[in-house]
């Protein structure tokens, strides 16, 4: 499912598309996704609008068109991409842009096999993101240290459902939580106020880290899942630590990683590794894995041929 790194790659994909060009017509092929809107308003509203900016807020791709056209917001959720060109995997179209003038793409088309995505229009940044921060924590690339270990402290459940829970901080998931635990060497099911100050600061750094990393690779994708705008898979499962490695030897100290499910959590498996991420009450040593870690393998590692 689409996460921060793949919805900011989405974001990217789609502003040589979007801005600061004219919508000559939007078309609602399915309006089941629509949150709080009608079809003939919606595409009334975008026609001929100019699209000022394409931005991400969390999970969110907001797409604003001048005033006083509003803003249009697309959460892919669970199944939802664009498709600027023809993939055999956008048989699902749920919402198309006609695009005005001469241009490389000149429709962009929504799709969502599941039907799970939802497709909303706000009247403009204030309603946008007063409805953002509703349902939203600070996106996790924009929150402090001090206010993750603020919200951190306001709660005992586990640290893993803790930072998928988007009213914490908004953009994680599943693989990328997995991913950022491991980095800053704590355990999935430490109870999220007993995690220590210097901790909380590894986390957030890890976040920073590992986010920007997935940014780079254009995200993640395995089966018929997440592509980029242009079809393409995300390369970040090619270079992650933990997650889908259930059984694989840990990139820093060698200890199968394990595949668990955790409290909390329902129909979703964590990846952990046992050594790296002790269980609460055991603090790593000097001599612990976490420590003497080697740096991590990179996309940008020059490999053969590469560079
Ligand atoms: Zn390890």
Redesign the pocket.
Known sequence: MPELPEVETMVRGLRPALEGRTIRSLEVVDDHLLANCEAPALELKARGALVSAVHRRGKWVVIELAPPRGIIVIQPRMTGAFYLVDSELARHIRLTLSMSGPGPYPKVHYNDPRRLGRIAWYAGPEEAEAAFSKSHGPDALVITADDLAARLARTARPIKPTLLDQKVLAGIGNIYADEVL?RSGIHPERPSHAIDRPAVGRMHRAIGEVLAEAIEAEGSSFDAGYRTVLGLEGGFLAVNHVYARGGEP?K????PIVRARIAGLIGRSTHY?P???PPAGITPTPES?TLRRRPPRSARDPGPGGG
């Open positions: 491991h840990c820093t100290c060698e200890t590794c050594a790296c991420q894995p």
